[in-house]
């Protein structure tokens, strides 16, 4: 009977285990670390590729998102200069490069993307190179011709933007305890941050002077520094020093004469009133006072000057001042009236005598 039981129960495991394995799928065989292993290798090249300074990209805006993209003519030609970088796919190492986007795009590492603007602005000759919007495009196909890519992962920090967020409450805090700096401190501080102004106005000056003179000279715009006031940029762009190539049509002559004679008039009329060596000197004075106020303050000068201004009470002092006070009034004697008559003066003095 026992036998039997067991040979039984032998049987039912069998029967389930084959019904479970009628419903299992033969390719998920493969183990669950090795699926996320050869799916991690698309991210990392995915990384490689966005951290690579080859790769040109600019940032843009999807759907009310900051996305970082590049073209596809790009991508093709970055693969062609550095095929080193497929070794990390290891199996799918020998894919061409339209196969390869094709597959980060059906990963969801990349998403196709199309300019928002399709048509020619009045006064330039072609669209532009980098748009500043784009929109989500239809077809998830990778191709080169005026195509753009945009990364979906987010990338990951370097260790200095985590150090430096941890940096900015130090500063605020040191910013709100200023007025009590040593004086040494405070003068290192207020240079500093004033020659960092008179760079920047400096700066922005000077670019503006050199637009306008070779807008009103040669007809082209000269920008240099043209990303200083990009309000989406990196880091790299907004220092760049070398000026975009102008795209826009020549400008009309008459205008250019226009603005010549403006700018003309204008240093004319700024020249006319310029103010004079007195009222620059009692400006001077003034923000010197103020700066002065700023810098020689101090919370032992604060704390002292309150106390002064506190009144200190001594009842000894007072009854003095009041005994001096008296005698002083009884011993003044009040003069008569200046314009009294002189015969009831004569009658007053009579009447005293007898």
Request: aromatic fraction near 10%.
């Amino acid at each position: 009977m026992k036998k039997s039981g067991a040979a039984e129960k032998r049987k039912a495991r069998r029967s389930s285990a084959s019904v479970q394995n009628v419903g299992r799928d033969p390719s998920s065989d493969t183990p669950p670390r090795k699926q996320a292993a050869k799916q991690d290798v698309y991210q990392l090249f995915a990384e490689k590729v966005r951290d690579h300074k080859d790769l040109k990209s600019r940032w843009a805006v999807l759907q009310e998102t900051r996305v970082e993209y590049f073209r596809g003519k790009d991508f093709v030609s970055f693969m062609k200069n550095h095929p080193e970088l497929k070794e990390i796919l290891e199996s799918d190492r020998d894919l061409e490069t339209e196969d390869i986007g094709n597959n980060l795009l059906q990963k969801n590492l990349l998403v196709r993307c199309d300019r928002v603007v399709k048509t020619v602005r009045p006064g330039k000759k072609k669209l532009s190179t980098w748009p500043a919007h784009l929109e989500i495009f239809p077809e998830r196909v990778f191709s080169e011709n005026d195509a753009f890519f945009a990364w979906t992962f987010v990338k990951r920090r370097p260790l200095w933007q985590t150090l430096l967020s941890f940096f900015w409450p130090i500063l605020t805090l040191a910013i709100c305890l200023f007025p009590v700096y040593p004086h040494r401190c405070k003068l290192l501080i207020l240079y500093s941050c004033a020659g960092l102004l008179l760079l920047i106005l400096s700066l922005l000056l000077l670019r503006a002077a050199i637009f306008g003179a070779a807008w009103i000279v040669l007809g082209k715009r000269i920008w240099f520094f043209p990303n200083i006031l990009a309000e989406e940029a990196t880091l790299r762009e907004l220092f760049r020093f070398l000026p975009k190539k102008d795209e826009e049509e020549r400008p009309k002559w008459t205008a250019r004469l226009f603005y010549a004679i403006v700018a003309v008039l204008v240093i004319l009329l700024l020249r006319h009133h310029a103010p004079d060596e007195a009222a620059r000197a009692r400006y001077q004075k003034r923000m010197s006072n103020i700066i002065d106020d700023v810098l020689e303050w101090s919370p032992s000068l604060a704390l002292s000057g309150m106390m002064e201004k506190q009144p200190v009470v001594n009842a000894t002092e007072d009854n003095n001042k009041f005994s001096n006070e008296s005698k002083v009034n009884s011993e003044t004697v009040t003069p008569p009236d200046e314009t009294e008559n002189p015969d009831e003066t004569d009658q007053h003095q009579t009447n005293n005598t007898i």
